[in-house]
Structures are given as C-alpha cells and as structure tokens.
C-alpha cells in the first residue's frame, strides 16, 4: 500500500520557522516528481513548490518564493520543505503529493498520490 505521511506541522509565531516532512512508503519514489500544495479554510488547494526526481530541477508559488526550500533525500524515501519568516497568510493544511511528471505536480491535475496532510498555523 502506497502512503505519503507528512510531518512537521504545529503552531508558530509570524517571522518564524517549521520544517515539514513527507515519508513515502510502499513503492520507490526516486523517479518521482513530489510537490507540497497547502489548503487554507475556505479556499481551494494550491500549489507551494515541486521538485523533480532528481532533486536538481524546483519550483515555486510566487507567494513563497524566497522563504520556502524544498529537498528530497531519495535514500531516505522523503520529502522536505523548509519554511520561514512565515507569514499568518500562510496557515493552511500542508499536503504533500508525488507523480511521474512533475508537470502534472506543477499543474495540479491528475497527481498519482497524495498525503493526508499536517496543520500549519502561524499567529500574528
């Protein structure tokens, strides 16, 4: 059984720093695409950053751009993402996600598997 399980999330202050995890098990992710997506209350599900199966190639939202980092170690199965200076417009539900393309990660459509997600809430 394919899982995507992320960890990481919690409570902080406004100019802080989280780190999210995102563990896969039941197959190999190494040639994945992965991607983190977060959902706020009462909005839709949106793209954060991706990256490719390699690591090498990495996307971002123009909203987290230059606060966020994402990495994967592929020995490890897992995904991160590094989060600061966060913002309490960036609290939302942090979902992880991975596919064979990255486009369809970037592009938010037909992803193979998706996590369950963990709560990030940053207080003003």
């Known amino acids: 059984q394919v899982q995507l399980v992320e960890s990481g999330g919690g409570l902080v202050q406004a100019g802080g720093s989280l780190s999210l995890s995102c563990v896969a098990s039941?197959?190999?992710?190494?040639?994945?695409?992965m991607g983190w997506f977060r959902q706020a209350p009462g909005k839709e599900r949106e793209f954060v950053a991706a990256?490719?199966?390699?690591?090498?190639?990495?996307n971002y939202a123009d909203s987290v751009k230059g606060r966020f980092t994402i990495s994967r170690d592929v020995s490890k199965n897992t995904m991160y993402l590094q989060m600061n200076s966060l913002k309490p417009e960036d609290t939302a539900v942090y979902y992880c996600?991975?596919?064979?393309?990255?486009?369809?990660?970037?592009?938010?459509?037909?992803?193979?598997?998706w996590g369950k997600g963990t709560l990030v809430t940053v207080s003003s």
């Open positions: 039941g197959r190999t992710f190494s040639s994945y695409a």
């Open positions: 996600a991975a596919d064979r393309l990255l486009h369809r990660i970037k592009g938010n459509y037909g992803i193979d598997y």
């Open positions: 990256l490719d199966w390699s690591g090498g190639v990495t």
